[in-house]
């Protein structure tokens, strides 16, 4: 539970600073004087140390920083990158070159740093930077660098992080620029177009965000019409998901539109250019033009793509019933409120996919709190006998159980079990499996017939197509007899104390929930004082290092002969620490049980 609070609380930092990042850069007057700011918070949100930004800068036509650009912020440059330093700034550098030849295309570019290769001194192992170009629409209007020694500390969520800041920057330097050229012309558009951007990035839900433009939009264009497509469920269509000045509602009458080169709105989702119109009785007629549209009377007509992170997410159209020459300034207005709208758009389904992520977690941290629930609190306390055991999870829920059960006649039941699936449904699955061997074992059948009679109910139980192996085995504590069934689940391995070698516990089988006629072995053995019983999951011996290799059988073999004489609780750690010094550190693919069983001398 520490743990859950603690990854909320920095889930919580995290999207405090990100949402201050956004609220400096669009209540800043001047967007240029608060990047240092903003690139120093960003930084701090992604647990790195250093970047710095570039503006294009036409009147900058001198060689220190590159022609044509502008270094505006920066944050903990290395030595050999001292802002006073001639060698490393009096010139341009690749990321530039790449701006100007029109290669920096990508929302994210990997750039091996020219200035840190080419310059001489301390670099702080700093050698390559992600460089996101500040966009307005087409047009770059700076670069925005974040440096590190290798390019794989940049994680895809970091990246899609930069993404956003940088659309973020990009709009409020636009804002900013489009603020200085039409301060006397367009004051009110301005105004009006910041007053936008404020509402639609404190709007998180979809549905919010579609109910302001509605009000919004059509007088903010001044048009007479507008509407907002969004890809519909079935891929061939777009939805129309709110209009206004529409004389038939096409949201109401669940209007689709083709979702390709045949109407106006799929032709630009597809080349995300928009599609302008002064006249469209002027134009050639379009291949689908439903009488719906045609009766709406349009002549002047707009479609812009809303593009987000280089995906079209949807288009906007803007329509008159007179004609209407759209001019450079209206068109050029017209597509930054659209780049608002794709951000918001794009910005609220992120929100709704970290909601749903936050409260499958929350979910799965329940489901697993249950599922621990059901395992044993503790192992069996029988003089002469120790018994050890433990659990690993791939993910937040597992497929893997073990039980113990304190059968009639005095008699031990010890249970491993693997659902052959992980995640949720391996969890739902297991829990029935758990149940019902977990009955069959408690009404006194012996190990090959409680498993076949629990194979049968859970495929009458179950239309789940999952299937699982486990190992059932009885235990006398008084003679040392361990009678055993295997439904094709890993072979126990017995370590025998007077000659030091494990021997596999061999019992024909096959897996549980798959056939109604199950052919099971049933098989005893006697243990000695000293002797040990390894019960495992798939999962360690499957545990992988970064290599790919695999920990395998011989080493857990070996593990368990190097270990003569411990204890059971010893064996169990001594097998989970080889098996972690095997890993170092690589993910797990599968879940993990480990039993052991161990016949001790009574004192």
Avoid at 59 to 77: P, V
Avoid at 218 to 242: G, I, M, Q, R, Y
Wanted: hydrophobic fraction near 45%; charge should be negative.
């Amino acid at each position: 539970m520490g743990k859950i609070m603690t990854m909320d609380i920095d889930l919580v930092g995290d999207l405090t600073t990100l949402n201050k990042i956004i609220e400096t850069l669009n209540q800043a007057v001047d967007v240029r004087e608060v990047l240092q700011s903003a690139l120093s918070d960003l930084l701090g949100l992604m647990r790195l140390e250093t970047g710095w930004i570039f503006l294009v800068d036409d009147e900058s036509q001198d060689s220190w920083a590159g022609k044509g650009f502008r270094l505006c912020a920066y944050q903990n440059l290395p030595p050999v990158l001292a802002v006073d330093d001639p060698e490393a700034w009096d010139k341009g550098c690749d990321c530039q070159g790449f701006c100007k030849s029109g290669k920096l295309v990508e929302a994210y570019n990997e750039v091996r740093c020219s200035r840190l290769s080419e310059s001489l001194g301390d670099r702080q192992g700093l050698a390559v930077h992600a460089s996101i170009p500040l966009r307005a629409g087409e047009q770059v209007l700076g670069i925005l660098n974040i440096a590190s020694p290798d390019w794989d500390v940049f994680t895809p969520q970091s990246l899609a992080l930069l993404t956003n800041i940088g659309n973020q920057m990009g709009n409020s330097l636009e804002r900013a620029r489009l603020f200085d050229m039409l301060r006397e012309q367009r004051i009110q558009e301005q105004s009006t177009l910041l007053e936008l951007s404020n509402q639609l990035l404190s709007r998180l839900v979809m549905e919010d965000i579609m109910a302001y433009l509605v009000e919004v939009v059509p007088n903010l264009l001044k048009a007479d019409a507008c509407a907002l497509l969004l890809p519909a469920e079935d891929p061939e269509f777009l939805d129309f998901k709110v209009a206004k000045g529409w004389s038939m509602d096409p949201v109401a009458l669940k209007r689709q539109i083709p979702f390709d080169e045949r109407s106006g709105p799929g032709t630009v989702m597809l080349t995300q250019e928009p599609l302008i119109a002064d006249n469209i009785e002027l134009r050639d007629p379009a291949p689908w033009a439903p009488d719906w549209v045609l009766a709406e009377g349009f002549r002047g007509h707009a479609v812009f793509p809303l593009i987000a992170e280089g995906e079209s997410v949807g288009v906007m159209t803007i329509n008159t019933r007179r004609p209407h020459a759209w001019d450079a300034e209206e068109i050029r207005f017209m597509r930054l409120v659209v780049n608002q709208i794709a951000l918001a758009i794009e910005t609220a389904r992120l929100h709704q996919e970290e909601v749903e992520r936050q409260r499958l977690e929350e979910e799965l941290a329940v489901g697993r709190k249950i599922q621990l629930s059901l395992l044993p609190k503790s192992p069996p306390e029988i003089p002469g006998w120790e018994f050890a055991a433990t659990y690993k999870s791939a993910r937040q829920v597992s497929g893997d159980f073990y039980d113990f059960y304190y059968l009639p006649e005095r008699r031990i039941g010890i249970v491993i079990a693997d659902v052959v699936d992980k995640g949720v449904p391996a969890a739902l699955f297991m829990a029935l499996s758990r149940t019902v061997i977990r009955t069959m074992a408690l009404s006194g059948r012996g190990p090959a017939a409680a498993l076949k009679k629990a194979n049968e109910l859970i495929l009458k139980d179950s239309s789940a197509s999952l299937f699982l192996t486990a190992f059932f085995a009885r235990l006398n504590p008084l003679d040392g007899c361990l009678r055993f069934a295997n439904a094709g689940h890993n072979r126990p391995l017995w370590l025998h104390a007077n000659t030091g070698k494990c021997q596999e516990l061999i019992a024909k089988g096959s897996l549980l929930a798959v056939l109604y006629k199950l052919e099971l072995e049933e098989k005893e053995v006697r243990l000695e004082v000293g002797d040990h019983v390894v019960f495992y999951t798939d999962g360690l011996t499957d545990a992988m290092n970064p290599t790919g290799e695999v920990f395998g059988e011989e080493r857990l073999r070996q593990v368990i002969e190097d270990n003569v004489g411990v204890t059971a609780q010893e064996m169990l750690d001594n097998i989970m620490d080889a098996v972690t010094a095997f890993s170092r550190d690589t993910p797990m693919a599968d879940d993990l049980t480990l039993i052991v069983v161990s016949r001790v001398r009574i004192n």
